[in-house]
């Protein structure tokens, strides 16, 4: 393999170890903690993905490698200076929380002290992505990757050492994380510092929010439709519900670890097809891979109560409900990606952010109706129903992308099959919801699922070995 594809290779599977980590570190958690505490170390986390957006501008992602490429003869001098800028505004942000922190504990659900533990991982952590991403951006992958493992797996054992011989058990779990993160990346700060030697740099500094303000908007509506629900569930409802949610949906999305790899694999084929000009074949190899997809989630819903059982226990069983609408989220999260990357061979981009923000925007409105009227299990329906209007506006807008671009004007997925599948899976979801007291149904279409996997196997493999060959033909 060549240097990028073995880089891309191994961050697949460093993404796969690290979710694997943290996935079975669940049922130790969930057994530990209370409801309560699980709920509100979920709030904690989610706060947190939101407020690094704001005290950091995301300047570690596009922004970052851009700049890369512009100053290349002071990349130490550069990456010191968006640290320095990282660092700025983590501590005018926290100024401002100190400023009045009885309102911001109204605001976000947590006392001083959790806080002062975001803190803390919101003015390290950029560091660690900034020294992460000049590595990706060189193929670096080993240390990365090595890097990565090694604080995943120190975090939750740390953290699992820590809460099981404390008596405040929250606050274990969640300094425990802080500090092997900030220990680690405030390594790394120095290093930068160090080797950098500039905090500020106006060029740079410029550079850099002239870049990264305009994405706002897009990063926080990528956060919003996977992070508010749990957020509006623990102001509406409670934190003991925000855990439930939880601990269904992070159950639920396993599956994006597949997909994600899917959609990896699936990028420089239908670059590579578009460019030259031989977009038939993009079709042929979709749709048995959207099938595919498909097939996982009624698995991954059929088999909810058990996984339930496994992962969380026997007092998260009522959260069985939330999986079937968020695992045909997953599927209906895989076509827009398919129809976004054709969008960004154009750069299409504004398109994308557009459609995103649409989409949190009804999401949130959708939760705060949903959670009001139904309670915590509504924000599955209401995560389904945005995903599904999400892939719907991003199939319009690349169907108009491709009659501008390409010569021949049929479309380079077969969406009418696509949405029928899409169509059966949500009738799936609707049975899967009414048979879980009916093992005797549920296990059988849990048959035919698998079956159908297994008797298409050779057609799938045969699919999957067919786009790798024609992407690096």
Not at 343 to 366: D, F, G, M, P, V
Request: a positive charge; aromatic letters at 14%.
């Amino acid at each position: 393999m060549s240097t990028p594809v073995k880089a891309a290779f191994w961050y697949t599977i460093c993404n796969v170890l690290n979710k694997g980590v943290a996935l079975l570190s669940t049922p130790i958690f969930t057994r530990i903690l209370t409801e309560e505490q699980y709920g509100t170390f979920a709030i904690f986390q989610s706060w947190y993905s939101i407020l690094i957006i704001f005290t950091s501008l995301n300047i570690f992602l596009a922004g970052y490698k851009k700049g890369l490429l512009l100053y290349k003869d002071d990349i130490a001098g550069f990456t010191s200076s968006q640290l320095g800028l990282t660092a700025a505004l983590t501590v005018g942000f926290f100024v401002i929380y100190l400023m009045s922190p009885n309102f911001w504990r109204n605001v976000f659900g947590l006392n001083p002290s959790l806080m002062v533990a975001m803190f803390i991982e919101l003015f390290t952590m950029p560091a660690l992505e900034l020294w992460m991403a000049k590595e990706q951006f060189e193929y670096k992958y080993k240390k990365t990757v090595a890097v990565s493992v090694l604080l995943s797996v120190f975090c939750i054992g740390i953290a699992v050492v820590a809460v099981m011989y404390n008596s405040h058990k929250l606050e274990a779990r969640v300094y425990s994380d802080v500090i092997v993160k900030a220990t680690i990346a405030g390594s790394i700060m120095f290093l930068i510092y160090s080797h950098g030697k500039k905090f500020y740099k106006k060029e740079y500094w410029k550079f850099s929010l002239n870049f990264n303000i305009p994405l706002i908007p897009h990063y926080l509506s990528n956060y919003v439709l996977s992070q508010s629900d749990r957020l509006m569930i623990g102001k509406m409802v409670g934190t003991a519900e925000a855990a439930f949610y939880s601990v269904a949906y992070s159950i639920a999305t396993m599956m994006i670890l597949v997909t994600s790899a899917v959609n990896n694999a699936l990028t420089p084929y239908i670059y590579k097809s578009i460019n030259e000009n031989n977009t038939k074949k993009i079709k042929k190899n979709m749709t048995p891979i959207m099938l595919f997809i498909a097939i996982l989630s009624i698995i991954s819903m059929a088999f909810a109560p058990e996984i339930i059982l496994v992962f969380a226990g026997r007092k998260y069983l009522d959260a069985v409900y939330v999986i079937p609408p968020v695992s045909a989220s997953v599927y209906f999260i895989f076509v827009y990606s398919m129809y976004s990357t054709i969008e960004y061979y154009y750069q299409k981009t504004k398109h994308i952010a557009i459609a995103t923000s649409l989409s949190a925007s009804l999401n949130l409105l959708l939760n705060y109706c949903g959670i009001k009227l139904f309670g915590y299990i509504a924000a599955g329906y209401t995560t389904l129903i945005c995903y599904v209007i999400l892939a719907l506006i991003h199939y319009v807008l690349t169907k108009k992308i491709i009659e501008n671009n390409l010569s021949e004007t049929s479309e380079l997925y077969d969406s009418h099959i696509i949405f029928l599948i899409g169509i059966g899976l949500i009738l799936i979801m609707i049975l899967m919801t009414m048979t879980y007291k009916l093992y005797v149904i549920r296990y059988a279409i849990i048959v035919a699922a698998l079956s159908g996997i297994y008797l298409t196997r050779g057609f799938l493999i045969d699919v999957l070995l067919r786009t790798h060959n024609d992407s690096n033909e």
